[in-house]
Nanobody, 123 residues
Framework: QVQLVESGGGSVQAGGSLRLSCVVS????????MGWFRQAPGKEREGVASITSSDGALYADSAKGRFTISQDNAKRTLYLQMNSLKPEDTARYLC?????????????????WGQGTQVTVSS
């Protein structure tokens, strides 16, 4: 059974930092596409960052220069370091995975999803 479990969300003030983690289990593949997405109430789910071992990292314009996606394959954990947080970053952040070789920020190209972790940034 595939499981993705996120943690690390919370409430911070604008300018603060958070590091999200996503532990992946139940997937065995030569290459995994991993991604972070976010969804605010009343808005569509949007891609924040994506990474594969062969394709490197891909970021949404809103995340470039502030967020860093990384993975620890030994721990089967995906991370999202978020710095200089803004109120508009407030959303539920979800981890996603697919068996693939290229990165993408399109939600439709991901097969497995976690439940998400809430991030709230106050001004």
């Amino acid at each position: 059974q595939v499981q993705l479990v996120e943690s690390g969300g919370g409430s911070v003030q604008a300018g603060g930092s958070l590091r999200l983690s996503c532990v992946v289990s139940g997937i065995t593949a030569s290459s995994l596409r991993m991604g972070w997405f976010r969804q605010a109430p009343g808005k569509e789910r949007e891609g924040v960052a994506s990474i594969t071992s062969s394709d490197g990292a891909l970021y949404a314009d809103s995340a470039k220069g502030r967020f860093t996606i990384s993975q620890d394959n030994a721990k089967r954990t995906l991370y999202l370091q978020m710095n200089s947080l803004k109120p508009e970053d407030t959303a539920r952040y979800l981890c996603a995975a697919a068996v693939a070789y290229s990165s993408t920020l399109e939600p439709r190209w991901y097969t497995y999803w976690g439940q998400g972790t809430q991030v709230t940034v106050s001004s």
